[in-house]
């Protein structure tokens, strides 16, 4: 099956991103022309529902107290997360107060990842995250490992298929992906997300 333009800088992305030290402008350079390009598709779809394993673990991590807010849902995916709180698309939620317990994310596709994250970061009334991302040589996702507010990540092992609006799940999903946490409960983290791949610990919260 022939690729578009965007899935053949998707591939370049992914397979640069294995070498990490002399290609990170490259990998900036690729993905700031997927950006455009993506921008100049309205009709490219950057919402994607997390399966019911990943949602799992979750509930199972969180226990009793679940998901206080997932930040970045849609009603076609709100019945599966299970979470107290939700901000839609139309609530444009990187405007909002995120104040949770707990938090989950699936942040869109694109651009709207980095300023997901980020709004994440400066949220302090938000006690525990967990981030589910595509994986990412560029140089913003590995520079904010070291600003010690993640403390652990799970480096998926298998790509995660994720779901369509129509309840379809990708029959071939193109990136790697991390799940990323913050909190104090970094042992049972790793206890709960080792079945999905490799967990490292980053930064004990001081």
């Not at 578009?4 to 690729?30: F, W």
């Not at 799992?56 to 970045?72: M, N, Q, R, S, T």
């Not at 990187?94 to 994440?120: E, I």
């Amino acid at each position: 099956m022939k690729l578009t333009k965007i899935e053949q800088i998707d591939k370049v992305i992914m397979e640069l991103s294995k070498d990490q030290p002399n290609i990170s402008k490259a990998i900036l350079m690729l993905e700031s022309l997927q950006a455009q390009m993506v921008k100049q598709n309205p009709n490219q779809n950057n919402e994607w529902g997390t399966p019911k394993h990943i949602i799992d673990l979750v509930h199972k991590f969180y226990g009793d107290e679940g998901i206080g807010l997932d930040p970045a849902s849609s009603e076609t995916f709100a019945p599966n997360v299970k979470a107290k709180r939700y901000f839609y698309k139309e609530d444009n939620a990187l405007t909002k107060f995120w104040g949770a317990q707990t938090l989950f994310c699936n942040p869109p596709y694109g651009k709207l990842t980095k300023s997901f994250l980020h709004k994440c970061i400066n949220s302090p009334h938000v006690e525990e995250s967990i981030f589910l991302v595509n994986r990412t040589g560029a140089a913003w996702y590995v520079d904010m490992f070291d600003q010690g507010y993640w403390t652990s990540i799970c480096n998926v092992k298998k790509r995660i298929a994720f779901v369509d609006k129509n309840g379809i799940i990708q029959s071939s999903p193109r990136y790697y992906n991390d799940i990323l946490y913050r909190g104090i409960y970094n042992e049972l983290f790793e206890k709960t997300f080792s079945v999905l791949g490799q967990v490292r610990r980053l930064h004990d919260i001081g």
